[in-house]
Structure formats: C-alpha cells, structure tokens
C-alpha cells in the first residue's frame, strides 16, 4: 500500500517536508560565508542579533504553553538558547547591531505561532532547537578557526544541562511524536517548520548581503 501523508509520524513528516530547506540552509547565506572562511565578526554578530528575537518568542511562548496538550512538552528551559545567545553577542560587542527586516518578520511569525493552541510552536522548535542540538554543534570548531572566536563566544552552542545530546535528541523526537496525538491539526506543525526554515533563510541571506558589503 503506498504511502499517504499520515502514513507515517510527524517526526518523519517534517523530515521530508523540509528536507530541501535544510539543504538550502546549510549552502547558502551565512552558512556559505562560514563554512568558505568569508564571514566576518560583525557578520557573525549580525547574524546572532537577528535570530535572537525569534529565539525570544519561541521561548516566551513555550512558556505561555506550558499546560498545552502537545506544546507544553517543548517547554524546556534547558534547551533555551535567548540567554545563551545574548552574551555571546555581548562577548563580540554586536549589542548595537541592527534588527533586519527579515529578524523581525522572523519573530513576528514566530509570535503568531504561539496564538491559539500554539501548535505551530512545535514546528520553529523542532526546527530551532533540534538544529542546534545537531548541526549546530560543528559550529563551535567551525568559527573557532574562521573568525578565531572564543569560549566567551561561543556559548550558544553548549548545553551545560544536557548530559547526553544524542539521547536528549531521540527524547525530543519521541515527544514530537507524542504530540502528534495531542494536537488537533499536525499540519500546523509542519507548516510552520517549513515556514522557519525560510525565514532562517531570508536571515541569513540578508545577514551575507550585509556581511559582504561591509568587507
């Protein structure tokens, strides 16, 4: 029997909805800078001062969710990186970096995510938190020798309370396949993964374009 879209669970869902993105994510804008050692520290910094809003709202409203059926499983304040990326920023002096246009779309849309049931939240964590636990952490190797970035800066991408990322992981996606059943709509999720990945994008493009203007 062939399969349907819910044939199959969400974790594997949102796997193949966003592959392509997660493709173009890792290739292009920003990630292309870095991984090519063209990226520069204000760049960098750049780049941390347009995804912490979004970082921001997702956390606010996981929190605003936490008695959710389905969304309260994501609120865990171990995997929160707003602080986290706030000293690293802080560390590379980009406080007073502008917020693109395409940071604030970013958050706004994370922001109406949280309305109603929140569903959509499980989308940008799924594509937020997951991202940092896994490609996220060649990050710290990566910048360490591109743009000679220290421990002070570096911080987003350490889980002091996570013991174990690779089982914290299989957790994760356990849960998201757990709250497939507790949601009304999983569609929701998926679409909002999808949408997270192209306003991840539209960031980082915006953030290169700057980036390499300003070399």
Excluded at 23 to 47: N, S, W
Excluded at 155 to 165: L, V
Excluded at 186 to 193: D, W
Aim: glycine share 10%.
């Amino acid at each position: 029997m062939p399969d349907t879209p819910h044939a199959y669970g969400l974790p594997a869902q949102l796997r193949a909805a966003t592959h392509r993105l997660h493709v173009q994510a890792e290739r292009t804008g920003m990630m292309a800078r870095i991984f090519h050692k063209q990226a520069t520290r204000p760049g960098y910094a750049l780049l941390l001062r347009n995804l912490l809003p979004a970082y921001q709202a997702l956390e606010a409203g996981l929190e605003q969710h936490r008695h959710t059926p389905g969304v309260g499983r994501f609120a865990r304040p171990e995997a929160y990186r707003a602080a986290t990326l706030l000293a690293d920023l802080e560390a590379l002096g980009g406080n007073a970096l502008p917020l693109l246009p395409s940071g604030q779309l970013y958050a706004d849309c994370v922001t109406r995510a949280a309305q109603g049931d929140g569903a959509g939240l499980i989308g940008h964590t799924y594509t937020r938190t997951l991202g940092d636990l896994s490609g996220g952490q060649i990050m710290p190797r990566l910048l360490s020798k591109s743009l000679d970035l220290g421990e002070a800066e570096l911080g987003f991408y350490r889980f002091a309370a996570i013991e174990d990322i690779a089982l914290y992981k299989a957790g994760y996606h356990a849960d998201i396949e757990q709250a497939e059943a507790e949601i009304t709509n999983a569609a929701v999720v998926i679409e909002a993964a999808v949408l997270a990945f192209e306003m991840n994008i539209a960031v980082s493009d915006a953030v290169a374009a700057w980036d390499a203007g300003a070399v």
